[in-house]
Each structure stands twice: as C-alpha cells, then as structure tokens.
C-alpha cells in the first residue's frame, strides 16, 4: 500500500511540475535572468504550501503512514557547507536547466539531454557516498 501511495503521489507531482512547466530549462534561464516571476511563483507557492502543511501536521498531531508520529529534529546551521553546496547546486541547476526532479521528466518525455543529466546527476551522488565518510560531521 505505501508503494502505491508513492507513486501516485510521485505522479501528482511531476504532473504538477509540468503543468507549472518547472521542468523547462527556458523557465529555468528566465528566473536566473530575472525576465519572469513564473518560477518564483512556483517556488513560493511550494514554500507556502509546505509551511501550511508542517503547521497543520503539528496542530492535529497527524501521524506518519505507519501510524508514527511526526518528529521534526531542526539540523544545526553550518554555513560553510551550506554557502558551498548552494553555490554548486546552483551552478548547476543554472548551467543544465534541471534540477533533481525535473530530470526524471527530461528523461520520462525522451529529451537526449535528459539522459545525460541524469547520469550526471547520478555520478555526484555516487561521488558524494564516497567522500561523505571523509567529511567532518
């Protein structure tokens, strides 16, 4: 049952991701350019919605999908990794047009460079498994 649940949630939301059209790389270029508010708009809308959520599920104690409640352990700040993971994660996203979601539409609506970027991405979070042991905690 959670396998189903998964997946259809994983379905509404790369439905929504292409509805939005949050996986173009054209929305992508004209949010770094400043020429539109399209994708800002999406991004607050799900900064917004995420926020009424977490409010909500604190509110009425709404438990997890195996009847667990929701534990919310805030991650201490550490800037430089965040300043520096930030900084790459945005070159990227700039440079490729696509950021982790939206390559799996890339690929799903058979675009070349989709697959690229996948084994891409796919490669860094290989090499982050690798040298995570190595980083300070």
Not at 11 to 40: K, N, P, V
């Amino acid at each position: 049952m959670k396998l189903v649940i998964t997946l259809l949630l994983g379905f509404c939301f790369g439905s929504l991701l292409i509805a939005t059209q949050a996986y173009s790389w054209f929305r992508i270029q004209e949010m770094f350019h400043f020429d539109s508010f399209h994708m800002y708009g999406v991004l607050f809308s799900a900064i917004i919605t995420a926020s009424i959520c977490l409010i909500l599920i604190k509110k009425f104690k709404i438990k997890t999908i195996s009847g667990q409640n929701v534990v919310l352990n805030p991650k201490k700040l550490e800037w430089k990794a965040n300043i520096i993971g930030g900084i790459l994660f945005g070159i990227g996203w700039g440079l490729t047009g696509a950021c982790s979601a939206p390559l799996y539409i890339l690929v799903g609506m058979h675009y070349k460079i989709g697959i690229s970027l996948f084994l891409g991405a796919m490669t860094g979070v290989l090499l982050f498994g690798l040298v995570n042991k190595k980083l300070p905690k």
